[in-house]
């Protein structure tokens, strides 16, 4: 929940110490995005996907990580970069494939 006590990212079930804790980060990075803290998403978000580059929010962290870069800039090259970057690493992920309209 953000500081307002709306609801950011849910789950359900068990987690693994590891990715409770990328699920976690998640979260903070969500409630920045939707608070418009484009550059404090995208920090998390690329925390994330370094921090935790083998779960399942890794992939996910690096499409929002685009997208958060794109909104705090209007440079759009960053989304077809992580569409190639999508080809190198999770590429039978769904998140690669909502990335692949950036591809050129």
């Excluded at 418009?36 to 580059?53: H, L, M, N, S």
Aim: no cysteine; aromatic share 14%; proline share 2%.
């Amino acid at each position: 929940m953000d500081s307002e006590g709306e609801e950011r990212k849910r789950m359900e079930g068990y987690l693994s110490k590891k990715e409770f804790r990328a699920f976690l980060e998640m979260g903070l990075a969500r409630v920045a995005f939707m608070n418009k803290k484009w550059a404090d998403a995208e920090q998390i978000y690329t925390r994330v996907v370094e921090r935790y580059p083998d779960t399942s929010a890794a992939p996910e962290a690096l499409y929002w990580r685009a997208v958060s870069h794109y909104k705090a800039t209007n440079d759009h090259t960053v989304l077809g970069e992580v569409a190639e970057e999508f080809k190198q690493k999770y590429q039978d992920n769904i998140w690669a494939e909502k990335a692949s309209v950036w591809g050129h």
